[in-house]
């Protein structure tokens, strides 16, 4: 098995079949374009992931209600969550689906939705009406990944984009995705937390069994190792669609297709992810945290959530401080097994504290690698095997800022 | 049982039998006193919690060792918290209860250590035996409760004492306190979190084990209910020094004596607790999280936490702004059993969510109540009867900047 993966310029319509755009309905003030459009000229085999959060968005619990539906189209907006607005929030996010339905003739049950904004004030539905009857018309004229993308953002800074191809059988495939987030962002989708929402498409043909795990895999090491703020939100998403257009060998088992599939759409999420934290709100740095040498794969995950979590060490990363007492004081609550006499801390490749002892020489050095962008935290527990690693940011005046004020 | 209890001016040096003071040695830049001392003419039953962080400071990890002894004095030092300083901070911990026996005659292992400030630094030990020597001539002369205030003060930007007068059998006891800590702010001491250094004194005849007994419980409704940054120092400390001087009837069994002790100490305990947030690093709002109708009482607390914990709640909340969808969103992450529909959400007295929807009326005067410097947050979970209640702050920039630059 070998993966020859080639990078593409653009995002979800690089994958045959595939079109996307975004309007202006005038749920944001200001003009910008709230309501996004994805659609597949094939209805397509779709693996989707939720929220754990028991306080559900309305369109979250349709698509749930929908996760076994071949699907055709994603209707998307951003400037209102559409979560505790009761039974009228559940029939806005019907309506919405039904309308593109009718709109674009499309099956009834196939399209899903996704929306992303303040909590608990209701749509109003007339914009979104008028967003959805101008944008079913665009679309059979205008195909642009990134007025999607665009359309979907809302505290963020940048758009999130990628698109990979790779062979299967002689075949061309390709994986596209974009994303949003920046804030509430640690996903737990059945494992990940955030209000991030993903979506993913590829024109493999591949079973809607395998395409679950695939998703389940890649979004483990993946979305599930990124927290901006700790705050699980109640619309998370990630939909992936496959159309099957490219008509590689249908990938129904195990094995090395599947593992390239795999591979590849794990790239995609990682760029993705990778993004999310970048363009975190108010962030300034990007931090790697990695634990070695953990008891079990639990521990280094509490030890690296304890230290990513930490007020503490996300102050100090922002002011380039380097106080790694507040690391290993994260660990000390973290509940994770390890030996102080015999772990080592290291800032990028700064050796801060081993042996029970800091390393003052490389502690002076620390505060000239914390100038850097992006910082790895890596410590060593000295308790056994096991390996977790997590992508989080720094915590900056500008987070509190964009949070104090942020009700849209 | 009637408890009539009379608040005192004053703090430690209330209750009969107790000195204090504090001086400079030179440990903080400026002059600023960082040495302080507490001693009793009596040797004192004494009761401790400390942190549960595995991380231990080494004057803990002495305390700790002495915790059954009689204790005559405390000796504490701001501005380096002698933690992650390996076998040389253990010796220097040992050298400071040492110094003090022997300067002021007291049994050999009669002295406990208390320590706050930066961690992984070692101390400087010429200056704190200077400190000590100062410090244990002057308390001969000197009592002045404000002195030790100051010596243990970090980034707190208020002295924080308290204490009360009450009768047992016809003899009047005093319980007094004083505590310090505004970051690294969430005790559990074997149950609390911090760096939170809390010292009690009283001159009630008790028995160790009902004084323990006594401590627990305060303890558990007071410093265990406040959370600044979530993050459990390595250092905190509960220290409550008995005297006996008051005479009173020996409390060595629960009754009316020891539940009107233990109400005294609780509110002593409370006092010093709402002082703690409200000087929390940054802090400009208390906020009162109380949740009732829950299923079990660790749903409750699971509940409080979240939202307590929650980065936007107390963004939102330093911005004065009502976006009560993150408060039940937290709810949501939290693992705490609710019924969405029924449940009851107020922010002071006024109903914003009940019924599964949204009080609009009320929801436009939550920006109003928001003005106020103490913010209240009930939740009715309608699952239960069981309640939780948990004492935090907001999130603010000032709280980032002094983090970002605390390293002293």
Chains 1, 2 share one sequence.
Request: hydrophobic fraction near 40%; charge should be neutral; aromatic fraction near 6%.
């Amino acid at each position: 098995m070998e993966l020859k993966l080639k990078e593409l310029e653009g995002g979800i319509t690089e994958p045959m079949g595939f079109r996307a755009t975004g309007v202006s309905g005038g749920l944001k003030d200001g003009g910008y374009k709230d309501i996004g459009l994805l659609v597949s000229r094939k209805p397509c085999t779709t693996a989707c992931l939720f929220t754990k959060n028991k306080v559900k968005a309305a369109p979250v619990a349709l698509d749930i209600s929908r996760s076994d539906n071949l699907i055709s189209a994603i209707i998307a907006n951003s400037g209102n969550a559409n979560c505790l607005t009761g039974t009228t929030g559940d029939n806005d996010a019907l309506t919405m689906a039904d309308r593109v339905e009718e709109l674009l003739s499309f099956e009834k049950g196939s399209v899903m939705v996704a929306s992303t904004g303040v909590i608990g004030r209701k749509l109003i539905m007339n914009r979104v009406n008028y967003g959805i009857d101008k944008i079913c018309t665009l679309i059979k004229t205008e195909n642009n990944y990134k007025n999607f993308s665009n359309a979907i953002m809302t505290t963020d800074k940048k758009m999130k984009n990628a698109a990979y191809e790779f062979e299967l059988d002689g075949k061309t495939v390709r994986i596209g995705g974009t994303a949003k987030g920046a804030g509430m962002i640690k996903p737990v989708l059945e494992a990940p937390h955030a209000t991030m929402l993903v979506f993913l498409t590829t024109d493999a043909l591949i079973s809607g069994d395998m395409l679950k795990l695939a998703l389940k895999d890649a979004v483990d090491i993946s979305f599930n190792r990124i927290s901006v703020d700790n705050d699980t939100s109640t619309n998370d998403s990630v939909f992936l669609m496959a159309n099957g257009i490219a008509e590689n060998h249908l990938i129904d088992a195990d094995g090395d297709n599947f593992k390239i599939f795999r591979e590849a759409l794990t790239k995609v999420c990682q760029s993705l992810a990778r993004m999310i934290v970048k363009d975190g709100e108010g962030a300034s740095k990007f931090i790697n945290i990695t634990i070695n040498s953990a008891a079990t794969v639990s521990d280094a995950e509490k030890a690296a959530r304890a230290i990513g979590d930490s007020f503490l060490v996300k102050t100090a990363i922002f002011g380039q401080n380097p106080n790694w007492g507040r690391i290993l004081a994260a660990l000390g609550y973290s509940d994770a097994k390890f030996d102080l006499s015999q772990l080592t801390l290291r800032i990028n490749d700064l050796v801060i504290y081993e042996k029970g002892d800091v390393n003052k020489a490389n502690e002076s050095l620390a505060a000239g690698e914390l100038l850097s962008p992006e910082i790895s935290i890596t410590l060593d527990l000295a308790a056994g095997k096991k390996e977790y690693f997590l992508w989080t940011s720094d915590l900056t005046c500008d987070y509190v800022k964009i949070n104090a004020n942020y009700l849209s």
